[in-house]
């Protein structure tokens, strides 16, 4: 079926130390694969996305890699910050069979906690 | 301003009662989408709109209903609340459903809702 499994669920680190957090989905059609952050009380806002064209995009202190064999991508914080503390998404988009509109299933999640 | 603007953000209910958690966007975007999310299990779409009076199943839609009668408006309806339907809601809206990859989605703010 349409899955994606995120790990860990929940991840410590230190600040300055750096954060990895994977994900892996079943469709090999997805070709949008999001990244969201949620701060406590907030809702879920985009950080960085990646297409299925490109192996690796990077945003500063962010990046997401894709391996489409494999069917894994991960998002990478180098030089963590407390104010990365928060829940994180992962998302792949899935084609609709019946109408060919796509949708985004999400990973359910990974708490951060980055310590001072 | 660009928004996704939800109402209200908290609601207290009992079981049976109907209600609806209204959702507003200003983007003129033909997609929309409701999302409810419980700890553990990520975002789960419950019911998506490509466009006026189109409207389809997501992944879990039992005990829910929508209507899309203008573009901008796409309520979410509990026709006899359950306890189990106890969760955080979200709407989202986007360009368009085709090409997710060019298309971000945009989150609202919420609806925590509590089914005694």
């Known amino acids: 079926g349409e899955n994606v499994e995120q790990h860990p669920s929940t991840l410590s680190v230190q600040e300055g130390d750096s954060a990895v957090i994977k994900c892996t989905y079943s469709d090999s059609a997805s070709n949008y694969f999001p990244w969201y952050k949620q701060e406590l009380g907030k809702r879920p806002q985009l950080i960085i996305d990646i297409r299925s064209n490109v192996g690796e995009k990077k945003d500063q202190r962010i990046a997401v890699t894709l391996n489409k064999t494999a069917k894994h991508f991960s998002l990478h914080i180098t030089e963590t910050q407390p104010e990365d503390s928060a829940v994180y998404f992962c998302?792949?988009?899935?084609?609709?069979?019946?109408?060919?509109?796509?949708?985004?299933?999400f990973g359910t999640g990974t708490r951060l906690l980055v310590s001072p | 301003e660009a928004q996704v603007t939800q109402n209200p953000r908290y609601l207290i209910t009992v079981t049976g009662k109907k209600l609806t958690v209204t959702c507003s966007q200003n983007m003129n975007h033909e997609y929309m989408s409701w999302y409810r999310q419980d700890p553990g299990l990520g975002l789960r779409q419950i019911y998506y709109?490509?466009?006026?009076?189109?409207?389809d199943k997501g992944d879990v839609p039992e005990g829910y209903k929508v209507s899309r009668k203008e573009k901008r408006n796409f309520p979410l309806i509990l026709e006899s609340p359950s306890p189990n339907q106890t969760s955080l809601y979200f709407c989202?809206?986007?360009?368009?459903?085709?090409?997710?990859?060019?298309?971000?989605?945009?989150f609202g703010a919420g609806t925590r809702l509590s089914v005694l």
């Open positions: 998302a792949a988009s899935i084609q609709r069979r019946n109408t060919g509109f796509q949708k985004l299933v």
């Open positions: 709109s490509m466009n006026v009076e189109v409207t």
């Open positions: 989202a809206s986007s360009l368009t459903g085709q090409k997710l990859a060019k298309n971000i989605q945009y």
